[in-house]
């Protein structure tokens, strides 16, 4: 199967980095960040350092009160891959500048980055951005386009994540049957897998 | 040399020879084996053994890198199929890329394929609904097309026949416009499905709303058993094949039957280039089949051969088959081959809410849906446009999750979903009228990757199908806005044809040689020893999805055909 083969070499390129990063840790005078391209997501061209800032953002949408936090499932990755695979470009674009624009868009309207800012600030600062007017091609546009691209597939991956699907609301691959009409008191919980 | 030739005639010399494992090729091949019959089938796809080759189906969501999304870089190089709904992550290896076997559009046409073992028995919807003397009938009584040359009675036994085989879920509703069959425990209907059906049975006489009879196994399974199938898990995964093999499926059912007489011989990677024609002998006398990896040709031969390629594949081998005897393709002496081609009209939807019945939802899950059978001209002609449409109706309880908010307020509603009102929907099915226009030919210059001429679609909507669209509309949401369901919304999705996967017709049945090409038996009238029983072979389209009609069509031809080599 290609799609598994694509799978595969995605997974060896971040376990690749994964062991580049480690590298990194143990040699902190080595910055690479700007430059090295993610091999995973060639068309995105993102660097670590960028992929760092999606991950505050991942971690902004779900910051893990009341279920588990993004980083815990890989949430910043899944987004890559898919803004990677299955954008048009024309969106691939917008994400991409809204991306790259994030941080400097950040540090000049709240002060600081998303990376600095605790989870309750960083949420209102993703509110305030996402409610301000914004003129088409404009960076707040593209920032815009960014955090709404991402939220959209954070959700995405969220729902349909192992986690989500075995721990919070279990997916029954087998249900065995069907009831068309089963009175709602009878029903112990609602759940959209079940 | 002489004696090599004759050993190599030998070897490659059935009974008889099936163009095609899908559907209705693979009811032939079930047939012509338990009848005694060395059988050739001839699939020009790759080997998809039951379960083996079901590389998808026991995946979990999580486990589809994006999630059951096309990449964008496939559905650019593919836009024909990726317009298909069942064209999926999980499905797609399954389906014909636009790329590997390219057509020419005179019109916009999407043709969707599956080559493989199975062709697209393994993807179909599963609805298996008879026709009725309304829609035999039809062509005779309205005008538009040559005279069915069979009746429902022809035909009525052989339905049972298939029935009973591939297990159909259903219930016997005793409608005259859409005859019972033989059926094994239906599906239910949902609380809001059931609310329609009332109402509308109450205030409109002659329509009614019925679980849809599927391809599905409900009930006795030890008759199943003994085809290594069972009980329906109502997983919904049906389009990744079906370990169970819970549904209905070349693959999973008429094909390993078939293997098990020891009279099947199955080859894959065989592109049939044409039928070969004797003059001498006055019939066809075997197949030229080019290997798709190899490219190598190779000649097989037999005393009878079924057509059964998929309905414009097959008009694609019979005008590829030319002879001095038929110029224009085999059995086309009045040039109608590959002409009157239909389908069904697909276009328009409706759906809504109902915000009644509040105290109950449902559970589980079911691969089948609400069926409305025609009402529109059904005992006579009532309507300013010809013919009428079915129609799908399901309903299901919505669960909402509010999701517009980020951070902790996000996750505390994914924890507490509610349920919201019943969500109702309907799509048209609708009979298209064949018409000389409406055909496919041979590009004179283009060629596949084989060297064999690609097809040249040119099938079109007419004035009819507007009409019909129009009228659909305005009667569902009619009884929509009766019923009391809020938020309807219509649509015409303007899709072009092809997108149904039921197109049919080119090689049309007939009682007269000078205007149809096959016969009531679905022999080609100028060369008896070719049968074609796929979709080609439909004279009109009526409203139900075709698939059992060809299954039953080809039951009963390997029968005709065995019976006349006896006699």
Redesign the interface.
């Known amino acids: 199967?290609t799609?598994?083969k694509?799978?595969m070499d995605?997974r060896l390129a971040l376990k690749q980095l994964a062991w580049i990063t480690g590298g990194a840790i143990l040699i902190p005078s080595c910055d690479f960040s700007q430059k090295s391209v993610l091999e995973a997501y060639q068309k995105l061209q993102v660097t670590e350092a960028e992929r760092e800032t999606l991950a505050h953002v991942t971690n902004?949408?779900?910051?893990?009160?009341?279920?588990k936090k993004a980083d815990e499932i890989g949430l910043a990755d899944f987004v890559l891959?898919?803004a990677n695979?299955?954008?048009?470009?024309a969106e691939q674009i917008d994400f991409c500048t809204g991306l790259r624009a994030f941080d400097s868009f950040s540090k000049k309207t709240f002060k600081k980055t998303f990376g600095k800012m605790n989870?309750?600030e960083s949420?209102d600062a993703?509110?305030t951005t996402m409610e301000m007017e914004a003129d088409n091609n404009s960076a707040i546009a593209s920032v815009k386009s960014f955090l709404g691209i991402t939220?959209r597939f954070a959700?995405?991956?969220?729902?349909?994540?192992?986690y989500?699907?075995t721990e919070?609301?279990p997916?029954k691959?087998?249900?065995?049957?069907?009831?068309?009409?089963?009175?709602?008191?009878e029903?112990e919980r609602?759940?959209?897998n079940? | 040399m002489a004696n090599l030739n004759l050993q190599h005639k030998k070897e490659n010399t059935f009974d008889a020879i099936v163009i095609g494992s899908g559907m209705s090729g693979g009811w032939a091949a079930k047939e012509l084996t338990e009848k005694g019959l060395k059988t050739l089938v001839l699939e020009r796809g790759k080997a998809v053994d039951h379960v083996k080759d079901y590389?998808t189906t026991?995946l979990?969501?999580?486990e589809?890198?994006?999630?059951g999304?096309?990449?964008?870089?496939i559905r650019k190089e593919n836009p024909v199929v990726s317009r298909c709904y069942a064209f999926r992550?999980d499905a797609?290896?399954f389906f014909v890329k636009d790329t590997e076997h390219p057509y020419v559009q005179e019109k916009p046409f999407d043709w969707i394929r599956g080559y493989q073992t199975g062709g697209k028995s393994l993807l179909w919807a599963r609805q298996v609904q008879r026709w009725s003397d309304f829609d035999f009938e039809g062509p005779a009584r309205d005008g538009f097309a040559v005279d069915w040359p069979i009746r429902y009675n022809d035909l009525a036994p052989w339905y049972s026949h298939v029935e009973k085989f591939i297990g159909v879920s259903g219930n016997k509703d005793g409608l005259p416009n859409l005859p019972d069959g033989e059926f094994l425990p239906a599906?239910?209907?949902?609380?809001v499905?059931?609310y329609f059906k009332t109402f509308v049975g109450k205030n409109y006489p002659g329509r009614d709303i019925i679980i849809g009879r599927c391809a599905h196994i409900t009930g006795n399974e030890e008759f199943y058993a003994k085809q290594g199938r069972a009980l329906c898990?109502?997983?919904v995964?049906c389009q990744r094949g079906c370990p169970f093999g819970g549904y209905f499926s070349s693959n999973s059912s008429t094909l390993p039957w078939a293997m098990k007489t020891g009279n099947l011989t199955l080859q894959n990677n065989a592109v049939v280039h044409s039928i070969i024609y004797d003059e001498q002998k006055g019939k066809a006398t075997g197949v030229l089949v080019i290997d798709a990896l190899t490219m190598e040709t190779t000649e097989y031969y037999a005393d009878v051969i079924f057509l059964n390629a998929s309905a414009l594949n097959t008009n694609l081998v019979l005008l590829n088959s030319t002879s001095s005897r038929f110029p224009n393709g085999l059995g086309n002496d009045n040039g109608l081959l590959g002409k009157f081609v239909a389908f069904h009209n697909y276009r328009a939807g409706i759906s809504g809410e109902y915000e009644g019945l509040?105290?109950?939802?449902?559970?589980?899950?079911?691969p089948n849906g609400g069926y409305i059978p025609r009402f529109r001209n059904v005992h006579k002609q009532e309507t300013d446009f010809l013919r009428g449409y079915a129609a799908g109706f399901s309903g299901s309880r919505s669960?909402l999750?509010d999701?517009s908010?980020?951070?902790?307020n996000?996750?505390?509603s994914?924890?507490n979903?509610?349920?919201g009102t019943w969500r109702v929907g309907s799509h048209m099915m609708g009979e298209t009228i064949p018409k000389e226009e409406s055909q496919v030919t041979l590009d004179s210059s283009l060629k596949d990757a084989w060297g064999i001429p690609q097809l040249k679609v040119a099938v079109d909507y007419d004035q009819n199908d507007e009409a019909m669209i129009a009228d659909y509309l305005e009667q569902m949401t009619e009884m929509f806005e009766n019923a009391g369901f809020k938020n309807i919304r219509t649509r015409d999705d303007k899709r072009a044809p092809g997108l149904d996967i039921h197109e049919m017709g080119g090689a049309r049945m007939g009682h007269d040689p000078k205007t149809s090409i096959l016969n009531k038996w679905n022999q080609l009238h100028a060369c008896p020893n070719v049968y074609v029983t796929d979709g080609a072979c439909m004279t009109s389209t009526s409203t139900q999805n075709p698939s059992l009609t060809y299954m039953a069509m080809a039951a009963r031809a390997v029968d005709h055909a065995v019976r006349e080599s006896k006699s």
């Open positions: 199967m799609h598994k694509q799978a995605r902004t949408i779900f910051p893990g009160v009341h279920l891959v898919m695979d299955c954008l048009s470009e989870t309750s949420a993703f509110r939220k959700l995405q991956g969220y729902l349909t994540s192992n989500y699907m919070i609301m997916y691959m087998i249900p065995g049957g069907f009831v068309g009409s089963k009175l709602v008191t029903i609602i759940n959209p079940g | 590389p026991n979990s969501p999580w589809f890198e994006h999630r999304a096309i990449p964008e870089d992550e797609q290896h599906m239910e209907l949902t609380a499905e059931n898990q109502h997983r995964l509040a105290e109950y939802a449902t559970s589980g899950k079911r669960i999750t999701q908010d980020i951070g902790e996000l996750e505390k994914l924890l979903p509610k349920f």
